[in-house]
């Protein structure tokens, strides 16, 4: 019978009539010491005992041993005192009973809860008896309804403890719903500390519990960690806007300050006094009321809404309130990200099993975490991935959860290069080939079996019904022995007279959904590029050179529709600076380099080294273009009065959930757009920045913006700056990183401001420029996007 460790320093260990199991989901890091074993969520009976190492093993196996006797007196006491109620007019007392009805009370219920605690002190039916006969007498008129344990101790729940042990710290029983307290009070636990390994402790000590008691609950629990309501491609949001939840502030408690809306909501609901108690919120309500408020559309919807988050609101206390409102905002600003940036397994005080050394631990912990990545990465689905996890266990995902059509998948992305010697240096004695680098959306093109067709966006975003060009030419393109696949292509503007690319602007005024192919004015033509799945089988660990191929033997070619990128195989400088040359003339950005045999898998949510971008713009300053945040606008002088002549822009902190301010942006611009971005951002304008705004007061705008925009951003080098604050204290102790020479070059529609070029992706810029290479000799590095 397989035991897991599930507790620091000392072993408790869940005992099953199956095997143990082990969860290590991202930066919820939990481990185990034999992952092969699961805990069935449902159905199966669960003992639970302690065992310990230490010289006191014994009284923590009476400490335990003593809540769960305590635990099933209670549910005995609970039980007659239903069947009281129950009989009262027949005046039949349900306790005048021989000690085997007793005990087979007591075991119907230990049934009917799916649990067998296994108690080493055995309790004799007769102390049993007196005791639920004497808390009968003391409760027989009325009957008291028993209080929870999470109504009396939710208060004092602690996940920060350093031998947080999963079922008495915990603050709810086994079988109960998570309360939501918990989790808020987690994230705000998480708030206070800026160490990495901490914020994983933390959170797994929650999670933990939950697995441990309440499995049912854990996925919610991790969509709202995620401040998510599921994956992607099934759209649902909640991104209520600011001025939405601040109504519901100021009507449920008359409040009308302005700033952090959890702050906020927090200090209001805190001095808000109500004449009923209203019933405290658990983590399961919350998340079906939150599904509820994303499906709400149509006539009188944001009434709607607001009543139903007014509900919520009245019921928070403590962290809550403060998390309700910004998760509700889309804004959770815990500073948790999917991965933390070189985690690699837990820290030291995280169950360490006792049958493995240090060693040996690390390593089966690397692989087990390496199985879930991986799995996570083809298959980004929670709802999917954390039933198998809690009933099989992690070498069952693989099994289970693989790369399917329908279900998108995240793309993989190419490394910023500055030139052809760069490629050349990079690729020396490797095969590689060189595309042209298209100017458009990429699109992820699944075919199912049944002959249902999806289109996903790099951000797994479903953009079927965008269209319906696309799809009509589908059984045109494939070969009829084709009866699955997935493609990774790229949809561009077409003008169809002169069989030319169009620019990116124009594919971006095609209408987002439901089109009618006899309404589209913008037509698409799809370039295929490599082929991910075909006829049932994964192809993602082939090498390109044999993708390639099965791409070209299993698709055709549709003239101004549906074709292949254009590619050459060279290894020679000349022919790529030619390939170059001639992609610009044909309106494409540059060039993508991909190795051919050599480490040439497709490597899913990976910005890769084995993949380099080539743009026009690199030959005439930074090695790629930057996607940045509108953050303010500053209000035009001269010929521009009228209108913002300039914007404060940004990039993303995904590790602090914040934007940091990189440069001001005044030009690239014509009057006419200047004109257009100030009617755009009408609408977006608010008091003040937010909190999540990183800015020196020196730079203040005349307006700020919410977060709403994307612009493509090119500029000369990077330099340090006493001012902005991009990456700042990571180069220098006090200065962040600028744009010299910033241009805008076009609006990013296709990206959220949390696509947004990250703080990372900055700094990784600055070390790549050639004056900085040559001081600090910054190695080339991957970057992973999970």
């Known amino acids: 019978m397989g035991e897991t460790t599930i507790t620091p320093n000392q072993e408790y260990k869940i005992v099953s009539n199956t095997k143990s199991y082990d969860i290590i989901s991202k930066f919820f890091l939990i481990s185990s010491a034999d992952e092969n074993s699961p805990i069935k969520a449902t159905g199966s009976k669960k003992r639970l005992r302690i065992s310990s190492s230490s ?22 006491k609970k039980t007659s005192q239903k069947v009281a109620k129950l009989t009262t007019s027949s005046k039949v007392n349900p306790l005048q009973s021989s000690d085997n009805s007793i005990t087979d009370k007591k075991d119907n219920l230990d049934k009917k809860n799916c649990t067998n605690i296994e108690k080493s002190n055995n309790i004799t039916s007769e102390s049993k008896t007196e005791k639920v ?9 009325p009957v008291k309804e028993k209080v929870s344990k999470c109504n009396v101790l939710v208060e004092d729940y602690n996940p920060t403890l350093p031998k947080y042990h999963p079922i008495k710290n915990a603050c709810w029983e086994y079988g109960e719903k998570v309360p939501y307290y918990a989790l808020t009070k987690t994230f705000e636990e998480i708030e206070k500390v800026s160490a990495r390994l901490k914020m994983i402790e933390i959170l797994s000590n929650f999670l933990r519990s939950v697995i441990v008691l309440t499995p049912d609950d854990l996925l919610p629990c991790i969509y709202l960690s995620l401040n998510k309501l599921g994956p992607a491609h099934e759209g649902l949001e909640l991104g209520l806007a600011e001025q939405t939840l601040i109504r519901v502030i ?3 408690t008359g409040r009308t300050e302005v700033g952090d809306l959890g702050l906020v909501a927090e200090k209001s609901r805190t001095s808000q006094k109500l004449m009923f108690k209203p019933s405290p919120l658990n983590v399961n309500g ?103 996890l809690l009933k099989e266990g992690i070498s069952a995902l ?38 042209w680098k298209y100017d458009g959306e990429r699109a992820q093109i699944h075919y199912l079996e049944n002959g249902k067709v999806k289109i996903f966006s790099r951000n797994q975003e479903d953009n079927t019904s965008k269209y319906p060009d696309i799809i009509s030419r589908i059984q045109q393109v494939k070969k009829d022995s084709v009866t699955s696949f997935i493609l990774d292509c790229e949809a561009v503007a077409w003008d169809k007279e002169n069989n030319a690319i169009l620019p990116f602007q124009v594919l971006i005024k095609r209408k987002r959904k439901d089109v009618a192919e006899s309404d589209i004015k913008v037509p698409v033509c799809v370039y295929m590029f490599d082929l991910l799945y075909l006829n049932g089988k994964p192809l993602v660990k082939e090498k390109f050179i044999d993708r390639r191929r099965l791409l070209q033997e299993n698709f055709n070619e549709v003239l101004g529709e549906w074709t292949f990128a254009k590619s050459i195989d060279t290894t020679k400088m000349e022919e790529v600076q030619e390939f170059l040359e001639e992609s610009i003339k044909g309106n494409c950005e540059g060039l993508m380099v991909k190795t051919l045999r050599e480490e040439a898998t497709y490597e899913i949510a990976k910005r890769s080294k084995n993949w380099l971008k080539l743009k026009k713009d690199y030959l005439e300053g930074v090695g790629d273009t930057l996607d940045l945040v509108v953050l303010g606008g500053y209000l035009g002088k001269g010929k521009r009065t009228g209108t913002y002549g300039g914007f404060l822009i940004g990039c993303y902190d995904n590790d602090n959930e914040e934007y940091q301010s990189i440069c001001k942006l005044g030009t690239g611009f014509s009057d006419e757009s200047l004109a257009q971005h100030t009617e755009f951002f009408k609408p977006h304008v608010i008091t003040q920045a937010p909190s999540y705004y990183q800015y020196d007061t020196s730079m203040e705008p005349d307006h700020w913006f919410e977060p709403i925009q994307v612009w493509e951003t090119k500029c000369a080098d990077f330099s340090l700056s006493p001012i902005h604050r991009a990456a700042v204290g990571v180069v220098d102790p006090v200065k962040g990183i600028s744009l010299r020479f910033p241009r805008f070059l076009r609006i990013r529609d296709d990206k959220k401001p949390e696509d947004a070029t990250t703080a990372q992706q ?19 590095q991957e970057e992973d996007f999970y």
């Open 55 to 76: 010289s006191d093993k014994d009284s923590e196996t009476d400490d335990l041993e003593t809540t769960e006797k305590k635990s099933v007196d209670s549910r005995i």
């Open 133 to 141: 006969e004497k808390t009968n007498k003391k409760d027989s008129s």
């Open 250 to 252: 100021s009507q449920s």
């Open 286 to 388: 919350v998340f079906k009321k939150f599904t509820e408020i994303a499906n709400l559309t149509g006539k009188d919807s944001v009434n709607k809404k607001i009543s139903m988050v007014s509900n919520l609101f009245t019921a928070c206390k403590g962290p809550e309130a403060k998390f309700l409102m910004r998760s509700l905002n889309g804004k959770l600003r815990i500073a948790c990200a999917t991965t933390p940036p070189g985690q690699k397994y837990p820290p030291k005080n995280l169950d360490v099993s006792s049958t493995m050394s240090p060693d040996t631990f690390k390593s089966h912990v690397d692989e087990l975490a390496l199985i879930l990545k991986t799995t996570y990465c083809e298959c980004p689905n929670y709802g999917m991935l954390v039933p198998v």
């Open 398 to 435: 693989p099994k289970h959860c693989k790369i399917t059509p329908g279900l998108p998948m995240k793309p993989m992305l190419a490394q910023p290069t500055k030139g052809v010697q760069e490629v050349l240096t990079r690729f020396e004695d490797m095969e590689f080939t060189c595309e």
């Open 762 to 780: 900055i700094i990784d810029l600055y070390h790549n420029q050639e004056q900085v290479k040559c001081q600090n000799s910054v190695k080339f």
